[in-house]
């Protein structure tokens, strides 16, 4: 990429920087602040910043509860970019001063009927198989870390490394990171990758990727809901906790403003509408895990859209027929636990490195032309209620 050739040096001229990254969510502002933050000159084109699946996300760091069947080599990038999160939290609110709600509480797994557990048992056992620390608790133990469960709540398991962030508080503290370092914002839409001025482009665009590089990233919607403890209290429980409730899946996240977020579905749609029937299914599944969340205040129903791809992997690294433009979209339900290894990796990208072994699995070219063409619009989804 910028091999054989040194970072231009500080200037006054914004006009053609070294890196031009489309699209300022968390992908690619944490790409921005990295770039800048190596000497580059960055320009971050976007008409809205932070406004695609980031406004919504929960924000779970889950690469142990959501290492599904056939996804291994999705898991070890997930697992590899969670063990980085403690150290990029650290610094980025060291260098913004900005708080991100990163909490290690742990996530408690739990389901209500025989075949609840019958189910979630098949998938830790798959997931104590690969090694990963998922502990089974009986419900006793259960209530002891979590008083406020149901009481229908038959057993569980706890995945202590799973954690959490706001994406609320991290996206801003990205932009703010990105610009200290000396990024630009360019508040305008990227129409097309011909528009781009610079000698590497860095397409970070969610959704947005599909129409400027025919890469097959479809929107998968997500609704969520935000719920509130009465009184500005802290919610009453500490865990995320995932819920396998009368066949329904859903998970609940607390905050430490009082805040629980109560999610999500997964529909192979392209709108942003909430539909009652949604919030109905949400509450039902959440207050049966959580009883006590009938009585909190329902804030907020809204509804995003996940850059999806074919196979649930996030597409990294430079399209087949431009090496000067790197993919790093396509995140899906992992956007927010895959930000600081996208990012590394794509800045070492960007530098010129030896591409990270770690990348391999991931390239551009892995669909294939048809797919490309067809917009790889492949339903991968197992359930229509999680992640
Ligand atoms: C309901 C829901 C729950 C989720 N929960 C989690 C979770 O718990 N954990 C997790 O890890 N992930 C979660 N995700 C997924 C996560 O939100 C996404 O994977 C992540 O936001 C992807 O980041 P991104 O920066 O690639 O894209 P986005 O966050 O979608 O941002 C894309 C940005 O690109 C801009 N853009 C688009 N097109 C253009 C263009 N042509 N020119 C310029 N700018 C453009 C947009 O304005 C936007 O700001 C969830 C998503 C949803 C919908």
């Known amino acids: 990429m910028l091999t054989g050739r040194s970072p231009s040096p500080p200037s006054s001229d914004r006009v053609r920087p070294d890196v031009a990254v489309v699209g300022a969510g968390p992908i690619g502002l944490a790409i921005a602040w990295r770039c800048a933050a190596r000497g580059l000159r960055v320009v971050v084109h976007d008409p809205a910043p932070g406004s695609g699946a980031s406004a919504v996300a929960a924000g779970m760091l889950s690469p142990v509860a959501e290492a599904y069947f056939g996804e291994r080599q999705l898991t070890g990038l997930l697992l590899a970019s969670a063990a980085r999160w403690p150290a990029f939290a650290a610094e980025l609110t060291a260098t913004t001063g900005v708080e991100i709600g990163y909490r290690t509480e742990g996530t408690l797994m739990v389901g209500l009927t025989g ?73 305008q839409p990227v129409r097309s990758l011909s528009d781009v001025d610079a000698p590497v482009t860095v397409v970070a665009a969610g959704c947005g990727a599909a129409a400027l590089t025919g890469l097959p990233v479809r929107p998968v919607k997500g609704q969520i809901l935000r719920l509130r403890a009465p009184d500005g209290v802290a919610p009453g429980f500490r865990h995320v906790i995932r819920g396998y409730a009368d066949g329904e899946h859903v998970y609940l996240v607390p905050r430490s403003d ?25 509450l039902r599944a959440g207050v049966d895990v959580l009883p006590e969340l009938a009585e909190y205040d329902l804030v ?88």
Do not use: C, K
Not at 261 to 280: F, I, K, M, N, Y
């Open 258 to 282: 009082g805040e629980v977020v109560l999610g999500a579905t997964v529909e192979e749609r392209s709108d942003t509408t909430v539909t009652a029937g949604a919030v109905q299914r949400l």
């Open 115 to 187: 075949d609840d557990l019958a189910e979630a048992r098949r998938l830790w056992a798959y997931q104590q198989g690969l090694g990963l620390p998922v502990t089974p608790l009986r419900p006793s133990e259960l209530r002891d870390r979590e008083p406020a469960l149901a009481p229908r709540v038959r057993g569980g398991a706890l995945a202590l490394t799973d954690h959490q962030v706001d994406p609320r508080l991290l996206v801003p503290a990205l932009r703010t990171a990105a610009q200290r370092a000396g990024a630009v914002l360019v508040s």
């Open 300 to 387: 907020e129903a809204v509804a995003g859209l996940r850059p999806g791809t074919p196979d649930n992997a996030p597409i990294l690294g430079p399209l087949p027929d431009r090496p000067d433009v790197l993919a790093a979209t396509g995140h899906h339900r992992h956007g927010i636990v895959l930000t600081p290894i996208t990012a590394d990796l794509i800045v070492d990208l960007v530098l010129g490195g030896v591409p990270d072994p770690l990348l391999a699995p991931f390239g551009a070219d892995r669909f294939g032309g048809a797919a490309v063409a067809a917009g790889g619009a492949e339903p991968t989804m197992e359930g229509d209620l999680w992640s």
